[in-house]
């Protein structure tokens, strides 16, 4: 369809002279999608839309665009708002078939689908429930489910704006206990194979030449460290951000636990984290990070961390998450050598994918095939569910690596 062809369509699907009103819907649709969006943005966008002009839909969205969309993440939001809401004509069936459980192949993330959270806010508001009756006979909800127990098998990526925020406040209470493992030093123990000869030598000289019992040494035992590398490339957005929640709640609640961000560039953001506030420490991390929602490039920026981060966070047998889709847009280049050193720099790799939700997944692409020999464990995570069978995970013995956990 040529430029002014579609012009002319974006005119006629406009109701004349109901601009003013329509724009009003808009924003208040957009801020039942959880925008950032009050009365002040319709003035604003009303003046936007005046200054340039109603002759090119480009420029209409994007005046739009300016003015009600003021972080990177609600973009995408945006943009899917704004075709349902001024062009598509099939709009209540898309967002019917939303709310609906789907079926996808392990290709990926369909490109028509439409988030249950922007669905959510389009539907008409429900009508207010009857007074309850004396005679209205109540249903037994013995054997239902609850709807927290439905929270831990459902998606990230299909939950609605009040189900995100209660798996946030789930997050937020979540704890990651590590095994503890022997360390070098020592300290005094009342049996064990290492005898104490200062302790014994000790004890003897105030014996007066009576025989005294041998006092022992045992290593001590303290949980390793902690090192995530997070993948915040555009195809990871939906679950990176879900689960910065659960990094921070991580991060506050025991020591030694360092967390980095990886697209295009590596950015620790670790510090920001250690915010009790988790909405302070996310704002702060989105400050921080300059390539959120970009590309993939594993390789090189493992190659950063092996050099410049590596011998300061993966010392004491130190565990390694790598939260990624293995997508990336090098093909692979150079990841086996990079993901081979990180592996034999700690002490155990674990490999969470989201990917893995799917039943028919089959490790294709090169980033992928070049990881897989050097983790130990390869295991989804999509879903609530999915991070605590984490802790189960990481509490049992490290499998052989070049066979991670998935497969034996």
Known sequence: MSGVAAASAFLDALPRGRLAENVLHFVRVLRAAGLPVGPAKVVDALAAVE??????????????????VSRREHHAIFEQAFELFWRNPRLLEKMLAALLPKVQGCTGDSADELPARLAQAMLPPAPPLAPRGIDETDLDATFSFSAREVLQHKDFATMTNDE?????ALLRRMKLPLPERPVRRTMAAPRG?????????????????????????????????????????????????????????????????????????????TRHLRH?????ALARVADAVEDWAGG????????????????????????????????DADAGEGLAFEAERLAKSCARVVWLNPLLRYEGFEARPAGIKALLPHVDDFLPVHNLETLTDLTAALSRPRPERGVPSHVR
């Not at 991580?250 to 295009?264: A, C, E, K, S």
């Not at 009790?276 to 302070?280: K, L, Y």
Request: with cysteine.
């Open 164 to 168: 995100l925020a209660e798996v946030k």
């Open 51 to 68: 200054a340039v002009g109603l002759d090119n839909r480009t420029d209409f969205r994007e005046a739009l665009a300016a003015v009600l």
């Open 296 to 327: 993939t490039r594993i390789g090189l920026c493992l190659t950063e961390f092996n050099r410049k981060w590596s011998r300061r966070l993966l010392g004491q047998n130190a565990v390694v998450l790598l939260i990624s889709d293995g997508l």
């Open 276 to 280: 009790r506030d988790v909405d302070v």
């Open 193 to 269: 194979h290492a005898i104490d000869m200062r302790a014994t030598l000790r004890r003897s000289i105030g014996a007066g030449g009576a025989l005294t019992s041998l006092r022992f040494r045992a290593r001590r035992r303290r949980t390793p460290p902690l090192c995530v590398l997070c993948d915040i490339s555009g195809s990871m957005d939906r679950y990176a951000r879900m689960l910065l929640h659960f990094l921070h709640a991580i991060t506050n609640d025991r020591h030694r636990v360092h967390v980095l961000t990886f697209g295009t560039r590596l950015t620790n953001i």
